[in-house]
């Protein structure tokens, strides 16, 4: 079967022949994958920028992909899925040592020694076929076979908010009328996190404004007018917010907008990058300290994440489903994949390439 | 009756002879003051540098002093408190309008439309007597009469571990054992606030160890040794830590610390100063997220932490009441407050001035 | 207008014409009603067995009415939502005096102050028209016109899941993959509340089993297998679950039910009834300490829970909107109220009626 | 060495001769007994009514006690304890596989498959000297080596209100000053538990009523005195309430009790007892309905627990030494235990056995 391989540290992909898995076994699933999504984290590894890829022990190449979607084709014993089920994988796989993996909280690992399917010590899943167990299996509903690669970077956004929802108990954070209806979220950046950000944030009552350094593309403008937020440019004049979700990591960015931030706020450090610097002053500090300020940090996702960006799914499919589906700008073949994991296209918000219908 | 009072912006301190107050209506108490501490905040007032500093409404100065424990010398009808009753007053005074003030939660207040007594637009507590409402008055044990001046800056410190232990049930930060006892804490800073974080995370079960650029005074030797906690200059090896409590808020210190957090850590903001710059890299940032790391900057505190505060030192009086002696390194008379608020005095903790007994 | 009043504690209805309200002022929204939905309580207060039905002060009737959809038609100024919005009304209104309501909680009401909206002490919706303030409407997105007047119902059974999502936390209640995949759960009852809470388990990873006294209607048989829920018998072998969810208030069937709880297992009291008793023994208390059960009355719901409520009605109408469309069994004229008010008819889930298109 | 040995299911104690146990390998204690107290299960084991009770693993005779404190005596390698500390050992031991058991919260094992050291399956600390793992240990203050032997029972209390802090966030249920000094509990019961709960909630800000059906002891006089609380017939006018403590466990009391509760209250299950049978009726499942009403069965603790307890107890060491001596009625010698262990004597409130000094 067809496969995407890299070879870490190495730049470059290859799209090579691989032996097929083998029938499931006991707990096992057999999936014949339909899409998988490109991220810039598959870039960062086919590009040798991200130094934590490497192949799974004693390999020296790492199938590729995290973001996914397939098709159950068979299955092993004592396994609930059926066959014809629309899955998602679960991309993170526990140490099996600290407390946080042993509740399948492995998004909380505390050793650093859990493996990454397509990113670290784990096969991916930009391949035809992949047997996996159940349990890291999420469900999808039918209606959501063409959408649902989305899952994946959901998920991630789900957790993030997940922390914000409870982080934010520790105030009275809801409105005179018990909803978050007054809230004002900045979500730094408009790329598929960016967006994602912004339609969970606005489900649940925000008023979201989309920023960035330029004006919308002209599919971010039916996206974000369809989901009903607004989008501005960083130098518009930005209100005063409750919220600032940064999916860029940019110090500078960052530091520009803290200032926005209302007592009590929040802010949900997601992005990250590398090379930029930017002046820490005293002062900001001390506003963080009188404002009551908390900052959190937060990366990957465990199943239940999976499982609730499911759900956000099929509210936006019921509610705005053209705009879900501009969120995928691109679908190619494998044979492509080499070519567009080279770089980001313009006006790209998700490459998805297609395995099979 | 005596009276300490300033002229924000102006510079300076004057004892003054004032109008003693009338005796208490109706939920209101009259008490004599036994005690007031000196802190940074007081000086920063004195010295004009806190800019927030500001009298009451239409006059034009402010008696000074937060840090207060008096005994209850007269009562008005309907209060439960008696004459002899030791007590400690609330600072903040809420806003009335925003929902975290109507719940008594001034310390989150939204519109920043509070008072502070001895600081922003209200009375303090350095005079000889003060009338105020009962339900801003803590009760104290009489066995703390000579060190519940320690209350207030406590209230602070577990309004800030209150937020701690709320946030990290964000994720599992017990040990195996259902307790803290595996967890290490860095407190930056050996004063008042860094040594009163330090018994109260030694006594939730943290290994604690203070941090200060220079080597630990006789009587910081003394106190750490007794409440267990180990004192390091910052240049000497500090080990991987759960928690960074910042009691300086200088952006060098915190920054050169950071990396230090395990996963899922957390830092607490308390400390402000000005003026200091340092440079915020992106790996700072994408380190804060891959870590999972919350961070939450915390100010003043509500009824609820003074009486927790209370709970403390009545543990620490049974444990260690030498240490909590040690706290007060100077008594002073109210005559020697316009010199002592001048500037923080060698080898200083906490310097009391002395209203009656 | 036409409207349906009743004078408690007087039995019966009548259908009158009762005056149009006035053009909506500041903040006011005047709203075309579509659909009412007729619960157990409208019936209780028709039949004179509810004794805490009232009139608004001084007056003698009250127009009945709780469950309700409708469209804007006017707004006032300074209100955000537009002419032809589709909204749904929160029916409790506040006390304004304790804390709970204070903050938008008045599902949590203190002093038992409130008026509820067709219940006690204020109109409710079964007329043509209704003026009433922005603040206590809920936007409903337009594909749910027809499905959304069980927003209201709906609203009660997410604060009660609500109150469990948060209560559970107590424990580690999460299965080994992080979700609630391995969660059974017993819901007594299978009219529209039972189905509702069923729906809404389902949706969050639970093996839901529904349960009567007796056999599955047909359409009840649609339903439950079209959202993926078992419906068994009580005298069925009934298996052991973590949690409970009594729909009926009946203390001989809850009695059975709770040995089958397993440890840290809770139990929802949502239904409520009278005239039954059933002897409570000193083993099931001992039963519930041994195995740290939570118990849990609710009652209410404020506008978040509408607000989510809206939410799963998204995510249903895009996974089994047919199941959805089955639990209105009955749709009625004004006319035919006084009628099908007075008792549940065969086969009923929910009986609504038809006030405009 | 002397221990207490009883044979479940026969009734009876023997007081006899066993081997000293090892010294200590690596990560354990050797630990010399001081006290050991008896409570209601001690009892129901030698009566042979607690059907639980087994010895361990292919034994006959079980050793008794799991209320205790003692000395260690001797280290094994690797551990921080030292000789001549004071600790208090863990009771329950978990299944090993359970979520909660791998998390150190074998208080809330879900498979039962738990052992508690003189109760099921492994022997108890009613013995001269016991061997242990260090993590089973809680250090206790010099100072409290008179009293700590109340660690155990204490634990179980802090977990119960560890419960109840944490469920009652659900709603509101601070006052306007932000603490609890507005609620009320009822305590049923004046036994040890139930003046250890009335100690806890006064200092967590509770009023406090004791509730029993006779007149108080004259050293509950005393006791209920210096912790400032209240002891009440169950005749005299019980006042309407916020929180119902029952430590004891019979229907009829906790049904006529339950009326009293106000809208959000809470009631804390701890009590067991048997036989006893009273009416449940739909009524009162209506007003836990209508009142929003939690009851929450609690049992156990982990060692969390105990080091809370331990901070509970300096606390009241500080403020209220003699009532705190006064809980322990009588201190007998070990040849006297099978007399005592027999019944409750006349105005018991804790018996302890001395070991060692």
């Known amino acids: 079967m067809k496969s995407i391989v890299v070879r870490p540290p190495k730049e470059g992909t ?99 020694n859990f493996v990454e399917a397509g990113i670290r010590g784990h096969d991916g899943f930009m391949r035809e076929f992949f047997l ?4 890291y299996m999420v469900k999808v509903p039918p209606q959501l076979k063409e959408i649902g ?27 005179e009328d018990s909803t978050y209806n007054c809230r004002t979220a900045l979500v730094i950046g408009s790329g598929p996190i960016g967006l994602l950000f912004s339609m969970a944030l606005s489900t649940e009552g925000f008023r979201v404004i ?32 409750d919220l600032v979700v940064d ?19 929040a802010v949900i450090l997601f992005g990250t990058t590398s090379g930029e610097r930017e002046e820490l002053s005293a002062d900001v500090i001390t506003e963080l300290v009188e404002r009551n300020v908390v900052m959190v940090g937060s990366v990957n ?12 799914l099929s509210v936006w499919h019921d509610r705005f489903p053209e705009a879900l589906k501009l969120m995928i700008t691109s679908e190619v073949r494998p044979e492509e994949a080499p070519e567009v994991l080279k770089a980001k296209s ?12």
Chains 1, 2, 3, 4 share one sequence.
């Open 132 to 135: 996996d167990q159940e349990m």
């Open 247 to 265: 999916t860029a990591g940019s110090p500078s960015t960052l530091l520009r907008l803290l200032p926005k931030l209302k007592n009590n706020g």
């Open 14 to 112: 290859e799209l090579v022949e691989t032996e097929s898995p083998p029938q499931p076994d006991k707990g096992e699933v057999l999936v014949r994958t339909l899409l998988t999504g490109i991220c810039g984290t598959d870039r960062g590894i086919v590009n040798g920028r991200l130094k934590f890829a490497r192949p799974p022990l004693k390999r020296e190449q790492l199938v590729l992909g995290h973001e996914s979607i397939g098709e159950v084709e068979a299955i092993g014993g004592g396994v609930e899925l059926s066959k014809g089920d629309i899955v998602v994988p679960v991309v993170r796989r526990g140490c099996g040592v600290c407390l946080n993996c042993k509740i399948g909280r492995q998004d909380f690992c505390e050793t650093g």
């Open 301 to 312: 996702a465990s199943k239940e994440h999976f499982q609730r960006g499911v759900t956000y």
């Open 346 to 357: 313009k006006g790209e918000i998700k490459t998805v390439l297609r395995w099979s219908q």
């Open 149 to 175: 690669v989305l899952t994946e970077p959901l998920s991630n956004v789900v957790k993030a908010l997940d922390q914000l929802w409870f982080l934010q108990r520790r105030t009275l954070w809801t409105c």
């Open 210 to 241: 989309v920023l960035n350094r330029r004006d919308p593309s002209e599919v971010e403008s039916k996206i974000t007018e369809q989901i009903g937020v607004k989008f501005l440019k960083l130098d518009d004049g930005v209100p005063p917010a």
